[in-house]
């Protein structure tokens, strides 16, 4: 419903114009001179309005009882099935309402849409004209539905007007009642992003589910409303119930971080699967989500689950070319192997990151590996060290499956050695120390010399003074 009555048409013959126009901008003196030239006070322009409508619509008190004075309709409709009545009620005019009722303006009115006056009030969140409808006019359904199968109860949750939404409680409306898409009051509510409102209705089933199987938090997960997902897991709604799709795919759907945080932390299923068979992080590898393919890796997920199509997240982002993924993935796996053979309380005092911000690691031991991948390993040179280093054949295959030309040896190799650099610096170890006892236990003692000479310029020049 639009704010405001749309404007006139050429329908409406001048003087008529000018009355409606009078009554637009409340001047009562100008409606009174025409109303008295025996001007027509009923005509309606393009869409059924008459003056009545506008003036009532606006505000404008003393117009309307000018235009009432002079035998208006008050019941009169426009083109969508609106009344003078039903506008003053819409826009908060309390007492324009309360004379078109004594001027007796049918009470039980419905629109185009099946809308009352308590209807219109309530999606405005306007209280007085509620408690006027409730307390002074002749008895009201409480939980009267539209034409959608909304109650006044659900327009006041939906649009945000908590003290609407309060008063309909206080009163003892239906809670279970739902719209024609099975929403109840705090489907509506989660979905627009009405922290209050869903909080005043917690009470409600936090585990209802709408005709498309979302319960409240799925709409809040989907809308990205973070507090209102909090709030609700905090209340107790379930994360892991078993709908179509998981408030989790739906966080990683719509690329909200901050929301799949708060699933984490609430204790997600991370491994649960949706109806093709994925989990949240083959969706995120394959929708390119890199901070979210963090937070899942971080949080340990299951990375050698495979979908439908018989692929894992690492095949996902081996197929999307995705290698800055791809090496997230290798990095997770050789990190989580290798925790597994160390001390619990040990492991917990390592702080992970798979990213690709490699500012972390010292700027020389990187200079290092780009020497060594670009200026001196031959090609397949190395393999050889991923094999040492027991970098799985499949991970040999994911990082060498992007092809750039002829030289793409070089690139592999680099994101091999920063992979294999991630996981030494997790181990604690020297990283420049281990390269050199690899290269010389692979056969590559002349390189290892050429890698430990290249290591200790670059440590003499990052110590020299600036001149």
């Known amino acids: 419903m639009e704010d405001e009555p749309s404007p006139e048409d ?3 013959l001048r003087l008529e114009k000018e009355l409606h126009e009078a009554a637009k901008r409340n001047d009562t003196r100008a409606a009174l001179a025409l109303l008295k030239s025996k001007v027509h006070v009923n005509a309606r322009d393009s869409v059924n309005r008459a003056a009545l409508h506008w003036a009532s619509a606006r505000g404008h008190e003393l117009t309307v009882q000018t235009l009432i004075h002079y035998n208006a309709i008050v019941d009169l409709e426009d083109k969508f099935g609106m009344t003078p009545a039903m506008y003053s009620a819409w826009f908060g005019h309390i007492r324009i309402l309360q004379m078109l009722v004594n001027a007796g303006a049918t009470v039980t009115h419905e629109n185009s849409t099946g809308q009352g006056l308590l209807h219109c009030a309530a999606a405005r969140g306007h209280l007085d004209i509620i408690n006027y409808i409730l307390g002074d006019l002749e008895e009201m359904p409480l939980d009267k539905m539209d034409k959608l199968s909304k109650t006044p109860f659900l327009l006041a949750a939906e649009n945000g007007r908590l003290p609407v939404v309060q008063c309909f409680l206080g009163r003892g409306c ?3 009642l739902t719209d024609q898409d099975g929403k109840t009051a705090l489907h509506l509510a989660a979905e627009g992003g ?3 409102c869903v909080e005043a209705l917690l009470d409600c089933s936090l585990s209802a589910l709408c005709d498309k199987g979302y319960s409240a938090l799925h709409y809040a997960v989907e809308q990205g409303h973070g507090e209102i997902c909090r709030l609700l897991l905090q209340s107790g ?11 989790l795919h739906l ?9 799949v945080l708060s699933c984490i932390e609430a204790g997600c299923d991370l491994n649960v699967t949706d109806l093709n068979e994925q989990t949240a992080l083959h969706i995120a590898v394959e929708m390119r989500r890199l901070v979210i393919v963090e937070l899942l890796l971080v949080a340990n997920v299951n990375i050698y689950l495979k979908d439908k199509q018989n692929k894992t997240p690492l095949d996902v982002a081996v197929r999307g070319y995705y290698a800055n993924i791809v090496d997230m993935i290798i990095k997770a796996e050789r990190f989580y192997r290798w925790r597994q053979d160390i001390d619990p309380q040990q492991a917990s005092q390592i702080e992970l990151d798979f990213t690709l911000d490699h500012a972390q690691e010292p700027k020389h031991v990187r200079s290092v590996l780009w020497q060594l991948a670009t200026k001196y390993l031959p ?4 393999k050889k060290l991923a094999n040492y280093w027991q970098f799985p054949a499949q991970h040999v295959k994911a990082i060498e499956a992007q092809w750039t030309g002829n030289k793409s040896y070089k690139e592999h190799g680099y994101r091999m050695l920063l992979v294999w650099l991630h996981g030494i610096s997790a181990e604690g170890k020297h990283p420049i120390k281990c390269l050199y006892e690899s290269l010389v236990e692979t056969g590559n003692r002349v390189l290892a010399e050429k890698v430990r000479k290249k290591a200790n310029e670059d440590e003499s020049i990052k110590k020299c003074p600036l001149m």
């Not at 966080?251 to 929301?259: L, Q, W």
């Open 251 to 259: 966080a990683v759907i719509n690329n909200f971080p901050h929301i």
């Open 174 to 176: 239906d809670i279970t």
């Open 194 to 196: 009405h922290y209050q």
């Open 379 to 382: 090609p397949g040179g190395w």
């Open 10 to 12: 050429e329908r409406l």
């Open 237 to 247: 709604s379930h994360l892991n119930s078993s709908t179509k799709v998981a408030p």
